[in-house]
């Protein structure tokens, strides 16, 4: 029931461009996408609802796909500040809500 | 306005002693919830309150009791604490369940020795 994330880790070099998938095997209401620095709590990205739209602020958009139960996030141009680990939450029937195990992103100059 | 606080910061129990996290958000929120957070495996969801008066279980319920005091409160009980317990706790609230922007806590890391 836990989303998969992958890849599990990336490091990239400042500028360059990354994407992070999310995959459920249950049909999604709604996708979430957090980020947690290190010995910080998680801080919410973006929320992308069934039937809604392409969302995205500055660098970092997301898309929804709902008839793959896929969610990715698209972070361009990385920034030294977009390094931490991301998480991304499923939204299911009966209300079942649930974070995948999360993806380590690690932005180097 | 603190959004959502957790106490203590930091504990340290041994094997069988009982303890309470308390948590409070200032945001008027609908529901809480209470997670854990090991290494590899994410956040996981302990119990979560929908709404004042509701408590329901999650995915890594057993070991744990909640209280849902008010409005503004969510109370984490560990009735006999064992190493397996040893976690970051976070707490968190939302307007609504599932759709809405989960607001988290600072976290509590918990060791049980």
């Known amino acids: 029931q836990q989303p998969v994330q992958s890849p599990q880790a990336v490091i990239l070099r400042e500028g360059e461009d990354a994407v992070i998938n999310c995959s459920s095997s249950?049909?999604?209401?709604?996708v979430h996408w957090y980020r947690q620095k290190h010995g910080e709590a998680p801080v919410f990205l973006m929320i992308?609802?069934?039937?809604?739209e392409q969302k995205g602020h500055d660098k970092i958009s997301a898309s929804f796909n709902e008839k793959k139960q896929q969610s990715s996030l698209y972070l361009t141009a990385s920034q030294l500040s977009y390094s931490g680990t991301y998480f991304c939450?499923?939204?299911?029937?009966?209300?079942?809500?649930?974070f995948g195990t999360g993806t380590s992103l690690t932005v180097i100059p | 306005n603190a959004g959502v606080t957790q106490t203590p910061k930091f504990q340290v129990l041994k094997t069988g002693q009982s303890m309470t996290l308390q948590c409070a958000q200032d945001?008027?929120?609908?529901?809480m919830y209470w997670y854990r957070q090991d290494p590899g495996m994410g956040l996981r969801l302990i119990y979560y309150s929908a709404s004042e008066g509701t408590t329901d279980k999650g995915e890594v319920p057993n070991g744990y009791n909640v209280s849902r005091l008010n409005k503004r409160e969510f109370s984490l009980r560990l009735e006999s604490a064992a190493p397996s317990q040893t976690s970051v706790y976070f707490c968190a609230s939302s307007e609504t369940r599932g759709q809405g922007e989960q607001y988290f806590g600072p976290g509590t890391r918990l060791t049980v020795t």
């Open positions: 249950k049909a999604l209401y709604s």
């Open positions: 939450g499923t939204e299911s029937t009966g209300n079942q809500f649930y």
């Open positions: 945001m008027n929120h609908n529901s």
């Open positions: 992308l609802l069934k039937g809604g």
